[in-house]
Nanobody, 114 residues
Framework: QVQLVESGGGLVQPGGSLRLSCAAS????????MGWYRQAPGKQRELVAA???????RYEDSVKGRFTISRDNAKNTVYLQMNSLKPEDTAVYYC????????WGKGTLVTVSS
């Protein structure tokens, strides 16, 4: 079993920045890829960014150049640095970990509004 706890969400003005953190505990040795997904009201959950244990990354097109995913394997933590935030980035952001199973955090709300 893997437990994921997100933090760092909140209210930010357009153009602002936030950093999300996701701390993993439990059977962390089994985790390969970790990522961030988001779900806006009335929309499906979508992949925002993902990173493998080796550091390979991928991003959803709309966040490329604005968001950066990173991972500290020693701290079992993955981060999502979000810059130049837009109102359309408003969503609940979920941390995800993939091993033989898929694990999800409970989510953290990011609201981009003036």
């Amino acid at each position: 079993q893997v437990q994921l706890v997100e933090s760092g969400g909140g209210l930010v003005q357009p153009g602002g920045s936030l950093r999300l953190s996701c701390a993993a505990s439990g059977s962390i040795f089994s985790i390969n890829t970790m990522g961030w997904y988001r779900q806006a009201p009335g929309k499906q959950r979508e992949l925002v960014a993902a990173i493998t244990r080796g550091g390979s990354t991928r991003y959803e097109d709309s966040v490329k150049g604005r968001f950066t995913i990173s991972r500290d394997n020693a701290k079992n933590t993955v981060y999502l640095q979000m810059n130049s935030l837009k109102p359309e980035d408003t969503a609940v952001y979920y941390c995800n970990a993939a091993s033989a199973m898929i694990y999800w955090g409970k989510g953290t709300l990011v609201t981009v509004s003036s």
